[in-house]
């Protein structure tokens, strides 16, 4: 951002764009009015200071509810822009802008569509434009930086047309994908960049390396943020190489094909991160799990997990495979909405029979319990075992929500249960409060049609709750249908990971870095 100018007033607004997908994509404008204060008669999207106790985003929903009646049942949150700041010293004003892109749901979603943007006193009309009409000029007459706010938000607009199409392209399959771990979306944002990139020319100057890293920037912000932790260290240690390739003194045809190289190069490393925690997992049991269990007759390793990962899936059986221990006594939690621990179950069973035949002398006892039952679940457990999708920098651990629940019941009902995170490193997130990480509101038509399915009494009327007009009712009805939650650090008692077992301290020594990198690749765009 721009230093600050002490003779102006300093306003934080946020600009949010209303955008149809419908066919052609259209942007909504609307003219100010001549009772507001700055700008009276130009076009310009949903505006408004953010205030002291608001985030930008709840500030841009605020906005949107004031100034057009829209709601999260009208529109969805679609993109987040790099904030910039400028100064106007013709209305005495230094603006930082939060730029933001709401997605119009259609009339066949069973919402309002167009007929929701009701404007307010602060409007005189609306009406749709092609983002290619928008333009920073007095002839167009919108406010002033309208063009860039638009282009923070809808970047792939200033790109040709094939690098558009790529980074359009990824982050669609990002946003759309929801049975992936952030492992696997991580690796689609890494492949999408290398089309981007292989797109974008090669005529490597400042401006080439500035939209490589705010196309970067955008594949982590807005493809899947609530797991894109690892998403943005994979960029931050790929950028990190590709400027050394980008300063050297070489045609720039040279340099294109070395940064593709490059590219296949970081995607085809992330292979090995799977196999380096596996065998981390299996040496912290050696050195932490069979000295307490040696004097027993028949040794068992009992282990608890909600965990659809692969990774996860994979280190228990060659753990368990590489180890003097005869029977593994494994439960999993079914982790409700999309009931993945099922899936978990099913897959370890048919590993385990492809790998031990019926005369083995490993046995397997593989229970699953419904995500309720946690507490029962726990009894006599040795490890809780957890993924990981984002670590803030405290050590605490953004997992799938039914974790806290699992791991707080097994420390109250063993307590000499430790639990455990297996996780790649690039899953550790800068500095910056928990709270501050929201958490993903998805779809809560996943449990309804579950219960519908499942022929439950009362859905129904219960549906009919959820679609009901909050205008005319004196009642709201809402299902939460959130993904992930918080396990706090105090409750974990290592990090396994490609570098072997860590603690907090290390975690800490980690966030730090990544915010260095952050500050380097991103704080200037």
């Not at 730029?99 to 007929?115: I, N």
């Not at 002033?144 to 282009?151: D, F, G, M």
């Not at 229970?367 to 803030?392: N, P, Q, Y």
């Not at 009327?461 to 650090?489: Q, S």
């Amino acid at each position: 951002m721009n230093q600050s100018n002490p003779e102006l007033k300093q306003r934080s607004v946020v600009s949010s764009f209303i955008c149809s997908d419908a066919g052609e994509t259209k942007v909504a404008l609307f003219r100010r009015s001549e009772k507001v204060n700055t700008y009276q008669h130009h076009l310009a999207p949903i505006s408004g200071s953010i205030e002291s106790h608001e985030t930008p985003v709840a500030a841009a929903w605020r906005e949107l509810k004031e100034e057009t009646t829209l709601t999260p049942r009208d529109v969805d949150l679609w993109r987040e822009g790099k904030p910039f700041t400028f100064s106007d010293p013709s209305v005495g004003r230094q603006w930082t802008i939060f730029p933001f892109l709401f997605r119009l749901k259609v009339s066949r979603e069973g919402v309002r569509g167009e007929e929701g943007i009701q404007i307010d006193w602060e409007h005189e009309s609306w009406e749709w434009y092609s983002p290619e009409r928008i333009q920073d000029d007095e002839k167009f007459g919108g406010v002033p930086r309208l063009k860039e706010s638009l282009r923070r938000v809808w970047f792939e607009g200033g790109m040709n047309e094939g690098a558009s199409k790529a980074l359009t392209a990824g982050l669609g399959e990002l946003k759309a994908d929801h049975q992936s771990g952030s492992h696997e979306l991580t690796s689609i944002a890494l492949r999408a960049f290398r089309d981007v990139i292989a797109q974008i020319g090669e005529d490597i100057d400042t401006k080439w390396w500035e939209t490589a890293r705010m196309s970067a920037w955008h594949l982590w912000k807005n493809g899947r943020e609530s797991m894109g932790a690892a998403t943005l260290n994979a960029f931050l240690g790929l950028l990190t190489d590709m400027e050394e390739i980008i300063h050297e003194t070489l045609d720039s045809k040279v340099k294109w094909e070395r940064l593709l190289a490059l590219l296949d190069h970081h995607l085809d490393k992330r292979k090995d991160m799977p196999r380096r925690i596996k065998r981390s997992f299996a040496n912290y049991l050696e050195c932490n799990f069979l000295s307490t269990t040696s004097s027993k007759p028949t040794p068992s390793l009992v282990i608890l997990t909600l965990s659809a990962s692969s990774t996860i899936r994979d280190s228990i059986l060659e753990a368990f495979a590489s180890l003097p221990i005869p029977n593994l006594d494994l439960r999993i939690l079914e982790s409700r909405p999309l009931c993945e621990g099922v899936n978990m179950a099913s897959s370890i069973l048919s590993s385990f029979q492809s790998r031990f035949h019926s005369s083995s002398d490993r046995h397997l006892k593989l229970s699953v319990h419904t995500d309720a039952s946690a507490a029962l679940a726990s009894k006599e457990v040795d490890f809780v075992l957890l993924g990981a999708d984002r670590i803030s920098d405290s050590g605490s651990v953004s997992n799938k929500t039914g974790s806290l629940p699992a791991v707080l019941s097994a420390k109250h009902v063993c307590p000499t249960t430790k639990v455990l995170v297996l996780s790649e490193l690039e899953k550790v997130a800068e500095p910056g409060a928990e709270s501050d990480h929201s958490h993903e509101e998805n779809d809560p038509k996943e449990l309804v049609c579950c219960w519908v399915d499942g022929g439950l009494k009362g859905v129904k009327i219960l549906a009919e709750g959820i679609e009901a007009d909050r205008d005319n009712t004196n009642y709201a009805v809402e299902v939460k249908n959130i993904y992930f939650e918080w396990v706090p650090a105090e409750l974990i008692d290592a990090y396994i990971c490609e570098e072997g077992t860590l603690d907090a301290t290390a975690i800490q020594g980690k966030a730090q870095q990544v915010k260095q990198k952050v500050d380097r690749y991103f704080g200037q765009l």
